[in-house]
């Protein structure tokens, strides 16, 4: 069958330009009757299509059977799910002014690529890469009006990936942020803690310069033992705001005992809004 072809390729060389051999004549047909590649990605897929496509163009619009041979042999290894990289204009004798403009495109479509381009919108990336590489062709052939630039500055467009939507920063929760505590513990509960992990972001966020950090306890027990807890109450708040992120640059660790009550009552009497912790801050003016 190479044999016909070839034979057939040589009755096509005698009506179009002699720049092509009968071997490469066939393998533009070969290569424009060849059905869609089974293998690879959806990428190199659309790479041969679109390769498959100026192979057309060239031969049998342009009569351009050099060019048509580089765009087949491209289209060929497309088929097997080679990922074959665009032209490089300074493999091409396009003129002084055009060869900064293309190498920029180049350097566009390949950062699209290293962005996913190829996975995230395969026949774009593909058209893309095609039209970069007659446009290449166009100005080497000192095009007036090279049709593919415009449609590479078409298509690479939507090669960018989509943008990330902007982020509300949440406001700084109101001061005092308060922590409470279960009777005679100095360890954060749950929903303390929930409440830690849902200010943390704003207070990393505002870059606090002095952060103060108070414990205090209800009415119940002695003097020197609710010291020592209001103590470690604001210090495991502080432990666990550091482990959150929220740092400044002065950090105030006091325990009030129970001195200072939320909510004043007699001695030895139980108050869930005594046992506290109060966070409060300040940020750069």
């Known amino acids: 069958m190479k044999i016909v072809r070839v034979l057939t390729a040589l009755v096509a060389l005698a009506t179009v330009s002699a720049c092509a051999t009968p071997f490469q004549v066939a393998e533009v047909q070969d290569v424009m009757a060849a059905p869609s590649p089974v293998v690879g990605t959806p990428f190199t897929k659309a790479l041969f299509e679109e390769y498959k496509e100026a192979t057309r163009h060239e ?12 765009y087949a ?5 497309a088929a097997t799910g080679e990922v074959v990289p665009p032209e490089n204009p300074a493999d091409w004798d396009v003129p002084v002014e055009a060869a900064p403009v293309l190498q920029q495109a180049r350097a566009a479509l390949m950062d699209d690529f290293d962005k996913g381009a190829r996975e995230r919108v395969p026949v774009e990336a593909a058209k893309a890469q095609v039209s970069l590489d007659c446009w290449i062709e166009e100005e080497w052939e000192r095009e007036k009006d090279p049709g593919c630039k415009t449609t590479f500055l078409a298509t690479e467009p939507k090669l960018k990936p989509p943008a990330v939507p902007a982020t509300v920063e949440a406001p700084a929760p109101a001061q005092p942020l308060v922590i409470p505590f279960d009777y005679n513990k100095a360890e954060i509960n749950a929903s303390a803690m929930q409440t830690l992990y849902d200010a943390a972001p704003a207070l990393k966020a505002a870059k606090p310069m002095v952060i103060r950090i108070h414990g205090f306890t209800d009415t119940v027990g002695g ?16 432990d666990q705001l550091k482990k959150l992120g929220v740092e400044g640059v002065s950090v105030e660790v006091v325990g009030f005992g129970k001195e200072k009550l939320a909510v004043p ?11 506290r912790a109060e966070v409060t801050w300040e940020t750069a003016r």
């Open 73 to 77: 042999r491209k289209a060929e290894r």
């Open 59 to 70: 031969a049998i619009d342009e009569y351009e059977w050099r060019h048509a041979v580089v």
């Open 265 to 275: 009552t007699k001695n030895n009497v139980k108050e869930q809004r005594n046992r």
């Open 223 to 238: 003097k020197p033992y609710n010291k020592s807890l209001s103590e470690r109450r604001a210090k495991a708040v502080a």
